[in-house]
Nanobody, 125 residues
Framework: VQLQASGGGLVQAGGSLRLSCAAS????????MGWFRQAPGKEREFVAA????????YYTGPVKGRFTISRDNARNTVYLQMNSLRTEDTAVYFC???????????????????WGQGTQVTVSS
């Protein structure tokens, strides 16, 4: 499956952005979807994930209550709504797809088979 992330940009602290990730090539609903991010000089880290049905969602602690992951299987798209952005949210954000759901809440990047190219999010103070 091919993934194309978009929606990044420059925003002031406290602002909002919505990232989108459009999928093509295979049946989108066959994959759980995740968002990861990588800040300069840091390792890639898990942000959020959603199961194939969209009914179960998982978040890393620092984004809980601020970010919301959702998916539209009819549009083959997964979203990440980011509110109350902080300077520490600055990173390149990647979407990813996995056919495995059992460990989805652990945010293991090694279980994701397909990755998008990343979109830059910069939060200024």
């Amino acid at each position: 499956v091919q993934l194309q992330a978009s929606g990044g940009g420059l925003v002031q602290a406290g602002g909002s952005l919505r990232l989108s990730c459009a999928a093509s090539g295979r049946t989108f609903s066959s994959y759980a979807m995740g968002w990861f991010r990588q800040a300069p000089g840091k390792e890639r880290e898990f942000v959020a994930a959603v199961k194939k049905s969209g009914n179960y969602k998982y978040y890393t602690g620092p984004v809980k209550g601020r970010f919301t992951i959702s998916r539209d299987n009819a549009r083959n798209t997964v979203y990440l709504q980011m509110n109350s952005l902080r300077t520490e949210d600055t990173a390149v954000y990647f979407c990813a797809a996995t056919s495995l759901e059992a460990n989805l809440g652990f945010g293991l990047s090694s279980e994701y088979e397909y990755w998008g190219q990343g979109t830059q999010v910069t939060v200024s103070s």
